[in-house]
């Protein structure tokens, strides 16, 4: 649908950036903060740790400046539970708790407003070591440690976000939790992290009245490769497997019913204890805020031993057998790192989950790593993040002028972190942190010209891209 006059972006909409706690903070063992599953995860052969990151931790004041300077009106990231709770369970961590209350008031001086992620991949290893998210007591001690943060913070932070990517969380389990896990298994864990969730938001209502809470996925529509009725049938599997699974329970409290006929056929289904689906229907979000880096094409599986389930990239699709097959979409450009770009299919994916689900959406991640270079002037050339983000953005307002409800929008990121996969010479942020995989350098923080672009677009409010 193409308009006339596009609809302006809301004069209240929250333009920001994200990071998380792991890849940016560093301070990995400082002022009393426990291991988490990050900290012996094995790390691919020639990239760093996540032990020094982007030394946030001690930089923060600086980091939030540069977050002022660029116009922010909001910064999302996440807390660290090993800081708070440095064992999951048990003491509070006074320090920890000292750390983000500063850190709150930093962003609130400079009338950024805080959006706040409570759990980014960062599970407590001592949780970790009984079990996990496998062992129902984690639920409760997600709840608790939710309670901490609601009554150290609440009375500043007024936009909450429960679980980030849980999804990835579970499609690429062995990736992200370090060590292999049994499909079984892995959906016994998410229905733990769904109940979980669904009590975070319970308590969150119940304790902040006027704050708002919402779940954190990775969202990208599936295309069928083709107009054959397989091909079609394959990308509603994997729709319905990949998202709608998470966001059926988050809004509704219900399973998906292809999602949940897909782990009957196969024996995934978990165990659902006396009390559990009156708790999620009972966990009731106020938004939905989703992570999107490009849509994903499937084709019917052919059963010929080629449909494997697990890349260990969230964003390259392979399949599994009898229910999609992984297919390039042709009419796409890719990043360096195997990606596919498609801003078209950020507009689909927006006015797919507004017309699912009709809450306010904001987008927590969307972003371009690549291999930024810094010149022998100091200078950082990014245009091909700008052209990225810009065509992104455009599709946000042709998406608002499809009537969705779209709030905020924070890219990934704010400044450059640690990668997931491919540790900080990955870079995505708008503010380049010198050093590289093993020689810390001196950490200086400079300017990206994509700083300036993203400072004139918060500016002019989306209307100068």
Same mark, same amino acid.
């Given at each position: 649908?193409?308009?006339?006059?596009?609809?302006?972006?809301?004069?209240?909409?929250?333009?920001?950036?994200?990071?998380?706690?792991?890849?940016?903070?560093?301070?990995?063992?400082? &002022?009393?903060?426990?291991?988490?599953?990050?900290?012996?995860?094995?790390?691919?052969?020639?990239?760093? &740790?996540?032990?020094?990151?982007?030394?946030?931790?001690?930089?923060?004041?600086?980091?939030?400046? =540069?977050?002022?300077?660029?116009?922010?009106?909001?910064?999302?990231?996440?807390?660290?539970?090993?800081?708070?709770?440095?064992?999951?369970?048990?003491?509070?961590?006074?320090?920890?708790?000292?750390?983000?209350?500063?850190?709150?008031?930093?962003?609130?001086?400079?009338?950024?407003?805080?959006?706040?992620?409570?759990?980014?991949?960062?599970?407590?290893?001592?949780?970790?070591?009984?079990?996990?998210?496998?062992?129902?007591?984690?639920?409760?001690?997600?709840?608790?440690?939710?309670?901490?943060?609601?009554?150290?913070? +609440?009375?500043?932070?007024?936009?909450?976000?429960?679980?980030?990517?849980?999804?990835?969380?579970?499609?690429?389990?062995?990736?992200?939790?370090?060590?292999?896990?049994?499909?079984?298994?892995?959906?016994?864990?998410?229905?733990?992290?769904?109940?979980?969730?669904?009590?975070?938001?319970? =308590?969150?209502?119940?304790? /902040?009245?006027?704050?708002?809470?919402?779940?954190?996925?990775?969202?990208?529509?599936?295309?069928?490769?083709?107009?054959?009725?397989?091909?079609?049938?394959?990308?509603?599997?994997?729709?319905?497997?990949? $998202?709608?699974? @998470? /966001?059926?329970?988050?809004?509704?409290?219900?399973?998906?019913?292809?999602?949940?006929?897909?782990?009957? *056929?196969?024996?995934?289904?978990?165990?659902?204890?006396?009390?559990?689906?009156?708790? !999620?229907?009972?966990?009731?979000?106020?938004?939905?805020?989703?992570?999107?880096?490009?849509?994903?094409?499937?084709?019917?599986?052919?059963?010929?031993? $080629?449909? !494997? %389930?697990?890349? +260990?990239?969230?964003?390259?699709?392979?399949?599994?057998? +009898?229910?999609?097959?992984?297919?390039?979409?042709?009419?796409?450009?890719?990043?360096?790192?195997?990606? *596919?770009?498609?801003?078209?299919?950020?507009?689909?994916? /927006?006015?797919?989950?507004?017309?699912?689900? $009709? /809450?306010?959406?904001?987008?927590?991640? $969307?972003?371009?790593?690549?291999?930024? *270079?810094?010149?022998?002037?100091?200078?950082?050339?990014?245009? @091909?993040?700008?052209?990225?983000?810009?065509?992104?953005?455009?599709?946000?307002?042709?998406?608002?002028?499809?009537?969705?409800?779209?709030?905020?929008?924070?890219?990934?990121?704010?400044?450059?972190?640690?990668?997931?996969?491919?540790?900080?010479?990955?870079?995505?942020?708008?503010?380049?942190?010198?050093?590289?995989?093993?020689?810390?350098?001196?950490?200086?923080?400079?300017?990206?010209?994509?700083?300036?672009?993203?400072? %004139?677009?918060?500016?002019?409010?989306?209307?100068? =891209?």
């Amino acid at each position: 649908m193409k308009y006339t006059d596009l609809k302006k972006f809301p004069t209240n909409f929250l333009w920001g950036a994200s990071t998380s706690a792991y890849q940016v903070e560093g301070a990995w063992n400082t &002022d009393g903060k426990g291991p988490s599953v990050i900290d012996i995860k094995r790390i691919p052969e020639g990239t760093t &740790d996540y032990k020094v990151a982007s030394d946030h931790y001690n930089r923060y004041k600086e980091d939030v400046a =540069l977050m002022a300077e660029m116009g922010f009106k909001t910064y999302r990231f996440s807390i660290a539970w090993t800081r708070i709770f440095p064992n999951g369970t048990g003491e509070v961590n006074k320090k920890g708790i000292e750390f983000y209350s500063n850190l709150i008031d930093e962003l609130l001086k400079y009338n950024i407003e805080p959006l706040v992620t409570m759990y980014h991949f960062d599970l407590p290893l001592a949780l970790h070591e009984r079990g996990g998210w496998g062992n129902r007591e984690t639920v409760d001690a997600f709840e608790q440690y939710a309670k901490v943060l609601f009554e150290h913070f +609440g009375d500043r932070v007024k936009y909450w976000l429960t679980i980030n990517e849980q999804n990835m969380m579970i499609l690429h389990g062995s990736a992200i939790l370090g060590r292999e896990a049994s499909k079984k298994e892995l959906y016994q864990q998410n229905h733990h992290m769904l109940v979980a969730q669904a009590k975070a938001m319970v =308590l969150c209502h119940q304790m /902040l009245p006027n704050a708002k809470i919402g779940p954190a996925p990775n969202i990208a529509y599936i295309y069928p490769a083709s107009s054959k009725p397989e091909d079609v049938l394959a990308a509603n599997n994997f729709n319905a497997i990949r $998202n709608w699974l @998470y /966001l059926d329970m988050a809004v509704f409290g219900r399973y998906n019913h292809v999602a949940w006929s897909y782990m009957e *056929e196969h024996g995934y289904t978990p165990t659902i204890e006396d009390g559990d689906m009156e708790i !999620l229907k009972n966990g009731k979000p106020d938004y939905i805020a989703f992570n999107y880096y490009s849509s994903k094409t499937v084709e019917a599986s052919k059963g010929d031993g $080629n449909d !494997l %389930n697990n890349t +260990g990239d969230q964003e390259i699709v392979i399949g599994e057998a +009898g229910v999609y097959k992984g297919h390039t979409n042709e009419h796409l450009e890719k990043t360096e790192f195997g990606w *596919e770009i498609d801003p078209t299919g950020f507009r689909i994916t /927006l006015r797919e989950i507004y017309s699912r689900y $009709n /809450l306010p959406l904001i987008i927590t991640e $969307n972003g371009l790593g690549a291999f930024d *270079e810094l010149e022998n002037d100091g200078t950082v050339h990014d245009p @091909y993040r700008i052209e990225y983000l810009g065509k992104h953005i455009e599709q946000i307002q042709l998406a608002i002028s499809d009537g969705v409800d779209v709030f905020g929008y924070c890219p990934w990121s704010a400044i450059d972190l640690v990668s997931t996969h491919q540790g900080c010479k990955k870079r995505y942020g708008f503010i380049f942190v010198n050093r590289d995989e093993f020689d810390l350098m001196d950490l200086k923080r400079i300017r990206k010209d994509s700083f300036y672009w993203y400072q %004139n677009v918060i500016k002019t409010n989306g209307e100068q =891209l």
